[in-house]
Nanobody, 116 residues
Framework: QVQLVESGGGLVQAGGSLRLSCAAS????????MGWYRQAPGKQRELVAS???????NYADSVKGRFTISRDNAKSTVFLQMNSLKPEDTAVYYC??????????WGQGTQVTVSS
């Protein structure tokens, strides 16, 4: 069973930065695709950024140039560096791991609040 534990959320002013971390248990991390999703109140969960096991990345248009996803396979951890934050980035951010067998696992979520 894979467990994902997110950290790093909080309250920040517009224009500020936060770095989210997601630590995974188990031994499949390096072979898995990782992603960050977010869900704002009253909205559907949306993909923010993803990274394949080979290092290819994909970003939502709304965060391109501001957010960066990275991973440390030795520590089974994925990061999301968020710069130039905007109030519309306010949401609960979830870490996602997808295995080569297309099994998906989710973290518990971490709240990010950006004040104007």
């Amino acid at each position: 069973q894979v467990q994902l534990v997110e950290s790093g959320g909080g309250l920040v002013q517009a224009g500020g930065s936060l770095r989210l971390s997601c630590a995974a248990s188990g031994s499949i991390f390096s072979l898995s695709a990782m992603g960050w999703y977010r869900q704002a109140p009253g909205k559907q969960r949306e993909l923010v950024a993803s990274m394949t096991s080979g290092g290819s990345t994909n970003y939502a248009d709304s965060v391109k140039g501001r957010f960066t996803i990275s991973r440390d396979n030795a520590k089974s951890t994925v990061f999301l560096q968020m710069n130039s934050l905007k109030p519309e980035d306010t949401a609960v951010y979830y870490c996602n791991l997808r295995t080569v067998f297309d099994n998906a696992y989710w973290g518990q979520g971490t709240q990010v609040t950006v004040s104007s």
